[in-house]
């Protein structure tokens, strides 16, 4: 009997020790099990584990990458509406935690349904999702009319021109809008005494129409009223006027005439014959300038880094542009009017042009010219004579040039860049083939 016990005992350690509790996973799970997301949101998922490891590494990867993607950091990004599972493995283990991503719509409400601004106030508006989200869902801002206002991507209204807009809210679902109203603060004078503006014209006027005789120092006041953003001169006649620093013709837009300035319509006089050097240089506001048919001649630089002016119409009559007249603005197409005959240099440097016409007149471009621009099909006239150094280099949207004429203007190794097709009249290969700035071009066509 003393020893069926011992046996016993010796038995129930035994299996007491056999029943050690075995060392615990270190499990590792992700902090949501589902989130919902909005089309375009981008979202970080958070690994948790029951004992935080500083060495361990991860995987991720989505069950349908065309629904919600992720990267090694963890950040998901939502493409398309529908379902996705997001799944992390610790890389030395078999350990896999997942987190269900729903892709869908939400409705948004807008803050306001109605603001009015004045040009360049600026206004906050915001959203309510339903159904309510504590992620940061990515909302989309979108403006009817970005002449009259604009919105960022954090909902923030800037009022640029008179007029009503929309500006409209999307999650993914139906968008909501708020209406927005611009209204100017105009003065409307006919100045009697030229050069006497400036004691009518004070800081809150954003909008000016104005008639009678002005010279330059009434464009001198114009120029320094920084919320002035709107100026009709239509019916405004320009007298010649001149001091000790400066001087202007008549008919004639001074120099410097609005240059730095904010302005961003500008309507000029009717009987304007000369638009000066550097008159709207600098103006980035700028948006929208009448050049009337009675002008002939647009000096050095006179619209020069105006970045937001995308569209101009020269007159007809038009007979000089002279150099960096539209370096570097917005442009993106335009016809050069037929009595011009030669471009000077730098005069599109760098603008946005993409279509050109040029006349057929037309005998000399110089250096620079379109250096830099954004043209895509060039056709130089039967007439050209002449092309300056780096004319066309640097133009990277260009894919083709037709030359017209059979005998090669002049031009030099700097004049193309030679990657695009050149195609020259039937007849005219041999000519091309051998002369300096046309030689280098690899594929030569005639046609």
């Not at 005992?9 to 997301?37: A, H």
Request: aromatic share 8%; charged share 20%; net charge negative.
């Amino acid at each position: 009997m003393y020893m069926k016990k011992i046996l016993l005992l010796m038995l129930s350690v035994l299996v007491l020790l056999s029943c050690k509790d075995e060392e615990p996973v270190n499990q590792i799970y992700l902090e949501n099990g589902q989130i919902d997301l909005a089309v375009k949101t981008c979202y970080q998922l958070k690994i948790n584990r029951d004992k935080p490891t500083a060495t361990a590494t991860y995987i991720f990867s989505s069950s349908n990458e065309n629904i919600a993607t992720v990267d090694d950091k963890g950040f998901v990004t939502a493409i398309a509406n529908g379902h996705a599972t997001i799944s992390v493995k610790e890389s030395n283990s078999e350990q896999v935690a997942t987190c269900r991503i729903n892709v869908k719509p939400f409705e948004v409400t807008i803050s306001n349904k109605e603001i009015t601004l004045k040009p360049d106030e600026m206004q906050s508006l915001s959203v309510t999702l339903n159904p309510a989200s504590s992620i940061n869902q990515y909302v989309k801002w979108e403006t009817s009319d970005e002449q009259i206002v604009k919105v960022n991507e954090n909902g923030w209204v800037t009022a640029v021109n008179s007029g009503e807009a929309y500006v409209i809210a999307s999650c993914g679902g139906e968008p909501d809008s708020c209406k927005v109203m611009v209204e100017y603060k105009e003065l409307v004078i006919n100045l009697e005494t030229p050069g006497t503006l400036k004691e009518f014209l004070n800081e809150d006027i954003s909008k000016l129409t104005i008639t009678g005789n002005i010279n330059f120092v009434d464009m001198f006041t114009i120029r320094k009223s920084d919320k002035l953003i709107y100026i009709d001169m239509s019916k405004a006649h320009i007298v010649s006027y001149q001091d000790n620093y400066y001087s202007n013709n008549e008919n004639e837009l001074p120099k410097e005439a609005f240059m730095n300035s904010n302005i961003r319509i500008c309507l000029l006089p009717n009987d304007l014959k000369s638009i000066g050097e550097s008159s709207f240089k600098n103006c980035k506001k700028l948006i929208k300038v009448n050049i009337p048919q009675t002008v002939r001649t647009i000096s050095n630089g006179a619209f020069s880094d105006c970045t937001s002016l995308i569209s101009i119409q020269l007159p007809n009559d038009l007979g000089t542009i002279e150099s960096s007249a539209f370096a570097y603005t917005g442009i993106k197409s335009i016809i050069i009017p037929p009595k011009i005959k030669k471009i000077l240099s730098q005069t599109f440097e760098y603008s946005r042009i993409s279509s050109i016409t040029l006349p057929e007149g037309l005998e000399s471009i110089g250096s620079s010219a379109f250096k830099g621009s954004s043209i895509e099909k060039l056709i130089l006239p039967c007439n050209l004579k002449s092309l300056g150094n780096h004319t066309f280099s640097n133009c990277l949207s260009l894919i083709e040039i037709h030359s017209l004429n059979p005998i090669p203007p002049s031009a030099d190794n700097t004049t193309f860049w030679y990657t695009y097709n050149l195609y020259i009249p039937k007849g005219s290969y041999d000519k091309y083939y051998i002369a300096p700035g046309w030689m280098e071009f690899k594929n030569i066509i005639e046609e």
